[in-house]
């Protein structure tokens, strides 16, 4: 990525309720929630299904907003989607008529970048996540593993400060979400992006983040936040610990 990019900018959620009325009857899904996730730091987000994970990460993301509280990235309010974030959703939400390389072109014409710089910084991202060699493949023949690599160089294109991923790799099979999890520990490691991964895996949350944020009860809150240890003791209680807190 280019030299500009590098440091990922820093999340604060102040006192954050969502809430959702339907015919009358309030579903409180997150209450008072406070998170602050440092610049360059990668968090899991973990919690049952139905706890408000994807619920979070839209609100960061600007796609929702919040009933109450506030929520400020780089120390501005977020007010709506901005160039600054990108999401990746289990479905790789491809074009499946454009080539890899015009998947990841699309959000460069969006952001009006010009034809040849287009081509350069999508060649670029494709070659970051090994799919140089599928740039004119058709994303309909590509295999999933390789789709969410396309959907990954795609979010880099515009270099966002922060990366916030909604169980990217739970549609692969192990092997491929092996690889597709390493590639992921590459780009944190080399453009240094904040990174939110909503996972519903304690390994993949422990292997790969600084900081495994549990969530959990009705209204969601936090229930817990964890360091992974380096230490296989205690990475194995960690594990334990974070099973019990999910009822698994
Ligand atoms: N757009 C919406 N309208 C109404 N209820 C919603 C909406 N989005 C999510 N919810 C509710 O919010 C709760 C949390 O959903 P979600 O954030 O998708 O959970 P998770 O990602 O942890 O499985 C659920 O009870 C869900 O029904
Ligand atoms: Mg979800």
Redesign the pocket.
């Known amino acids: 990525m280019s030299a500009a990019t590098g440091i990922g900018q820093a999340v604060h959620v102040r006192g954050l309720d969502k809430r959702?009325s339907?015919r009358g009857a309030e579903?409180v899904?997150l209450e008072q929630l406070e998170l602050t996730i440092e610049a360059g730091e990668f968090v899991s987000l973990i919690?049952?299904?139905?706890?408000?994970?994807?619920?979070?990460l839209e609100l960061i993301a600007g796609l929702q907003q919040p009933s109450a509280g506030s929520i400020e990235v780089g120390g501005r309010a977020v007010s709506g989607p901005g160039p600054d974030r990108t999401i990746v959703f289990q479905q790789y939400a491809l074009f499946p008529w454009r080539t890899a390389l015009q998947n990841v072109m699309f959000p460069l014409e969006m952001a009006g970048s010009g034809r040849a710089e287009r081509r350069r910084i999508a060649r670029e991202r494709l070659e970051v996540v090994g799919l140089a060699h599928a740039a004119d493949r058709y994303a309909s023949e590509l295999s999933g593993g390789m789709q969410q690599r396309v959907g990954l160089a795609r979010a880099l294109a515009c270099d966002p400060q922060i990366l916030l991923l909604d169980e990217p790799f739970s549609g692969a099979d192990a092997i491929t979400r092996e690889g597709l999890q390493q590639l992921l520990a590459d780009l944190h490691r080399r453009f240094a992006s904040t990174v939110v991964l909503?996972t519903h895996s304690v390994d993949e949350a422990l292997r790969l983040s600084d900081r495994v944020v549990v969530?959990g009860g009705r209204p969601?809150r936090i229930v817990a936040e964890v360091r992974p240890s380096a230490d296989r003791d205690d990475a194995a209680a960690q594990r334990e610990q974070i099973l019990a807190l999910l009822g698994a």
């Open positions: 959702f339907r579903n899904v919690g049952r299904s139905g706890c408000g994970k994807s619920t979070l909503v969530l969601g």
